[in-house]
């Protein structure tokens, strides 16, 4: 047993881009929906539960998918929105802890272990996390617990879809045993074959095997891979170290063309910014702002913040000027799509993060304190409640 009982939380959403075309478009709830290229090459990204039905499944080509589901809803990806729903998730598993360790859009590890005292047992903090995804942006996660990585993966892959599973270290060898084992984590198609070489099926026979006759056969690996057949996984949760740009962005239903609705839009991405990078204790140098005039056309604008910030307040300055000076050079403004991002990420802010005299710290620490607890949005400053009809 490991000095420490760990707790890990393994959250993955389920069919992450069709669910969010079920989301955006409640005709295609209860339909089998595909996403994915389209052309002749295309192959599927994600299909809802009622396209699996038919045994269409990712990485398949389309044109397979199609002769097996001819009466299913193709849809060509939209990164831009899956991104925009992936921040709000994200933002979710930050207010649990810092260690997220982001293994794509859609799925992620938290280590909750030094987040236990302040929120309770692990299943408390899962139905949380659970809870607060589909409040915020109506999808359902499935999430897994467990004591490693290798359990928490296995306990959302076991119960999904809108799963949620718990194995303690207890019962880890007895779920693990009668599963093939192809289904550990890192056994790719070379191992598994190696392993139906030498008799070796289901993970309960990897556990048990002879390991001079495991060594023979999967040479250095082995000793890690009949570790994990026994659920013992000591791999840390790795937050992703150095963040490029934190960003947030908004595409309009209908364009903007009045410059005090574009305000209080880029205050409320400003607000998110700032949140997120609070949230991982960094502080930007430059803020950037994103400006789509339709039907396409971008620009960006980046300027420097005075020093290095994680304030809303100061982002927000800078931005609106930038905002300000593009509007001006503009015959008829209008506005597609607005963002804004932070990039330039030197230090930890920690240090000095709620330093007496940085400006509106004091405000960016109590709106977090009260988005802890309430959930994201409970609290903003006034200026945004303008943008709240559009939501
Ligand atoms: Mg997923």
């Known amino acids: 047993m490991p000095a420490a009982e760990r707790s890990i939380i393994h959250v993955d959403m389920d069919a992450f881009y069709a669910a969010v075309e079920q989301l955006d478009r409640p005709e295609l709830r209860g339909k089998a929906v595909i996403v994915g290229g389209l052309g002749p090459r295309g192959v599927v990204s994600t299909c809802s539960y009622e396209a699996r039905r038919y045994g269409v499944c990712s990485a398949m080509p389309t044109v397979q998918a199609r002769r097996l589901c001819p009466d299913g809803i193709y849809l060509v990806p939209r990164p831009a929105r899956y991104q925009e729903l992936s921040e709000q998730v994200f933002d979710v598993f930050h207010e649990v802890t810092p260690e997220v360790e982001g293994l794509s859009l ?100 990897l556990a048990a095997c002879d390991p001079a006759r495991l060594r023979q056969a999967l040479g250095r690996q082995a000793a890690m891979l009949q570790a994990l057949a026994r659920g013992e996984d000591e791999r840390a949760v790795e937050p992703v170290q150095a963040e490029q740009s934190i960003g947030a962005e908004h595409t309009f239903d209908v364009d903007v063309d009045q410059r005090v609705m574009a305000e209080s839009w880029l205050l409320r991405q400003c607000e998110r910014v700032a949140a997120r990078a609070r949230a991982r204790e960094l502080r930007g140098t430059t803020v950037t702002v994103k400006l789509r005039e339709p039907p396409f056309v971008t620009y960006t604008r980046q300027a420097p913040l005075q020093a290095p910030s994680a304030s809303a307040s100061e982002i927000y300055e800078v931005a609106r000027r930038l905002l300000y000076l593009w509007w001006q050079t503009q015959s008829r403004p209008r506005l597609r799509l607005l963002g804004v991002s932070l990039s330039g990420f030197g230090k930890r802010a920690q240090e000095d993060m709620f330093a007496v005299g940085a400006k509106g710290a004091a405000t960016d620490q109590v709106q977090d304190g009260i988005n802890r607890r309430f959930g994201t949005g409970s609290l903003v400053r006034a200026g945004i409640l303008r943008t709240r009809k559009q939501d």
């Not at 779920?175 to 309960?204: D, F, M, N, S, Y």
């Open 106 to 205: 859609d799925e992620a590890f938290l280590d909750v272990s030094a987040s236990l005292r302040l929120l309770g047992p692990v299943e408390d903090i899962g139905r949380r996390i659970k809870q607060s995804i589909h409040e915020r942006t109506g999808l359902i996660a499935s999430v897994g617990m467990g004591p490693n990585k290798l359990l928490a993966k296995l306990a959302s892959e076991i119960s999904k879809p809108d799963g949620f599973l718990h194995i303690r270290a207890s019962e880890a060898a007895l779920r693990l045993a009668p599963l093939p084992v192809g289904r550990l984590w890192t056994v790719g198609k070379v191992t598994e074959q190696a392993l139906h070489r030498i008799g070796v099926r289901t993970i309960g026979e």
